[in-house]
């Protein structure tokens, strides 16, 4: 049995993609003979990030990376995020010489720039400068959008590969059994489910004069001052996951996704794959993954979300069947064998 040393800086408690993906990756993974085991801030003591307490920050990882790698002497090492266990994880490898991968899943230096209110272009190429440092000095870095990996590349990155993400297509499909009705929901229902922060740009969606009933599924730090302020026809109901979060999406219309910043989101996968169109911005590559088919980008939100309402649920859920857990876990162990 091959086995697989993942360190990341994003874990459970937190809820965000980069959780996701790792839950589905070693799902994935172990589905296909791997031992996993994962590096993650559970083990070791943490502090929260001043401005954003929902993430905490590892305490001097290093000794216990050292140790878990040295016992478990793993045939592959992945390193996910660029935080201290990134850093440990990856001082330790160059130490010893081992080869590893990287992954680079979000727009670092975007959301630091939202949260710390900095406009400038010579903060963001420090970032990006810091971002080359950590991942050149790996066997292969993975990224899960063509334009993503064109981007690096002209930052000059080196070794970028392809990993296109999957979702459970088996999970996510529209419960036929339920309608609005059953939540006593007025339709048309425009839906958001997603962590409700500042990057997310769910306040753009709550905006937008739409008919019938708004949906807000998930939590995050502007929660509660959101719902406080928007309360005629708009249902928070917190973060929900599996079925609880697929009888919502079943019943919904249209997967309204505001953001501005995300490259991949797996919640458009997600929605694509309970039937749901989805409205969004032109923005991050996202027309290569939101065809016209089944969705609308516009700068205008309102304008793609009412115009979502005109397309097929059916065809939204063929599409989603292309992005399958399967092939994704098959071209992370072709990058990870090929690396090594």
């Known amino acids: 049995m091959k086995k697989i040393v993942i360190a990341t800086d994003a874990w459970l408690p937190q809820v965000n993609g980069v959780v996701k993906c790792i839950q589905e990756l070693k799902r994935g993974l172990e589905e296909n003979g791997f031992e996993v085991i994962l590096i993650h801030p ?23 990376i050292k140790k878990i790698i040295d016992q478990e002497k793993p045939d592959y090492i992945h390193i996910v995020t660029e935080g201290p266990i990134g850093l440990g994880a990856r001082a330790y490898c160059l130490q010893k010489k081992l080869k590893f991968t990287t992954a680079n899943h979000t727009n670092f230096q975007v959301y630091i720039n939202k949260y710390l209110k900095i406009e400038s272009d010579a903060f963001s190429n420090v970032v990006y400068s810091y971002l080359k440092w950590f991942h050149n000095a790996s066997n292969g870095t993975m990224v899960i959008m063509p334009g993503l990996k064109k981007g690096l590349e002209e930052r000059g990155f080196e070794h970028v ?20 009705k059953s939540f006593n929901f007025n339709g048309p229902v425009f839906t958001y489910f997603g962590r409700i922060a500042t990057e997310k740009n769910v306040e753009e969606f709550l ?11 998930g ?69 290569i993954l939101v065809k016209k088919d089944v969705g609308v980008l516009d700068k205008d939100l309102k304008k793609a979300a009412l115009a979502c309402l005109n397309l ?22 072709k990058n990870i064998v090929k690396t090594t």
């Open 42 to 64: 559970g083990i070791f003591r943490s502090l929260p990030v001043f401005f954003y307490p929902e993430i905490k920050l590892s305490v001097l990882p290093n000794i216990k």
């Open 161 to 180: 590969l392809l990993w296109p993400l999957g979702v459970d297509t088996e999970l996510f499909k529209k419960n036929e059994s339920i309608s609005a």
């Open 207 to 217: 905006e937008l004069q739409l008919p019938g009933t708004k949906l807000i599924v």
């Open 219 to 287: 939590d995050g730090p502007l929660r509660k001052k959101l719902e406080s302020k928007y309360i005629s026809n708009t249902i928070f109901t917190g973060y929900k996951d599996g079925q609880e979060l697929v009888d919502l999406l079943s019943v919904s219309d249209v997967f309204v996704f505001p953001s501005l910043t995300d490259t991949f989101p797996l919640a458009i996968i997600e929605a694509f794959a309970c039937g749901l169109p989805v409205a969004c911005h032109d923005v991050m590559d996202l027309k």
């Open 312 to 333: 097929q649920r059916e065809k939204c859920r063929q599409y989603a069947l292309t992005f399958s857990l399967e092939e994704s876990t098959k071209a992370f162990i």
